[in-house]
């Protein structure tokens, strides 16, 4: 692959969703994860935010990390029903 994507998200913050019950999130993944390790992941998940929420974010997904195992960054999920289509 010679092409690459870069983008960034948008400056604005979206708010962060609720959550309905009974519907079927993925497990827990536990967290076991070094310190370093977890540095890591964070920036990893922050490079695509714009700078300036960065302190904002950060302790969000430190929480989603330590709480489900992994960055789902649920403030940027798109509403609704998530159907993949036909690429053609």
């Known amino acids: 692959?010679?092409?690459t994507?870069?983008?960034t998200l948008d400056a604005t913050l979206p708010k962060y969703p609720t959550f309905?019950?009974?519907i079927r999130r993925a497990p827990d993944r536990g967290y076991s994860?070094?310190?370093a390790q977890t540095r890591v992941a964070l920036q990893n998940a922050?490079?695509?935010v714009p700078?300036?929420?960065h302190a904002e974010l950060a302790p969000e997904f430190l929480k989603e990390?330590?709480?489900r195992g992994k960055?789902?960054?649920y403030r940027y999920r798109p509403e609704g029903d998530l159907k993949a289509g036909p690429i053609d």
Do not use: D, N, S, V
């Open 46 to 48: 922050l490079r695509y």
């Open 5 to 7: 994507c870069k983008f």
């Open 65 to 67: 990390l330590k709480e």
């Open 20 to 22: 309905e019950e009974g």
């Open 51 to 53: 700078k300036e929420l």
């Open 33 to 35: 994860l070094t310190p």
């Open 71 to 73: 960055i789902y960054a």
């Open 1 to 3: 692959m010679k092409r």
